[in-house]
């Protein structure tokens, strides 16, 4: 069974950067797809950030140019480095991988993902 563990979450000023870590263990290979998502109070998770195996990133149009999806390929880490934080990003985050080749993988829908971690708790305050 894949193992997925975010961690780095925590409380934030408006304006301030967080960065977000999954660590991915019990595998046999390194998945496919990982994404980022995200809960808000009230709201459907969404998707936040998606990156492939080759490194091909797709960010949702509300974190575009503040937030950064990346892969640590050495330590199977994957991170999100948030940056210009708003209290409207506050909410759970979550972690996700997909094994699998899919054709045409959408990488911000939640249904691609196979595992999922716990979630890591965000809170901007103004």
């Known amino acids: 069974q894949v193992r997925l563990a975010e961690s780095g979450g925590g409380s934030v000023q408006a304006g301030g950067s967080l960065t977000l870590s999954c660590a991915i263990s019990?595998?046999?290979?390194?998945?496919?797809?990982m994404g980022w998502f995200r809960q808000l109070p009230g709201k459907e998770r969404e998707g936040v950030a998606g990156?492939?195996?080759?490194?091909?990133?797709i960010y949702a149009d509300s974190v575009k140019g503040r937030f950064t999806i990346s892969r640590d390929s050495t330590e199977e880490t994957l991170f999100l480095q948030m940056n210009s934080l708003k209290p409207e990003d506050s909410g759970t985050y979550y972690c996700?991988?997909?094994?699998?080749?899919?054709?045409?993988?959408?990488?911000?829908?939640?249904?691609?993902?196979?595992?999922w971690g716990q979630g890591t708790q965000v809170t901007v305050s103004s």
């Open positions: 996700a991988a997909r094994y699998g080749f899919r054709p045409l993988a959408r990488l911000l829908v939640s249904t691609e993902y196979q595992h």
């Open positions: 019990e595998f046999t290979a390194p998945p496919v797809y």
């Open positions: 990156i492939n195996n080759g490194g091909s990133t």
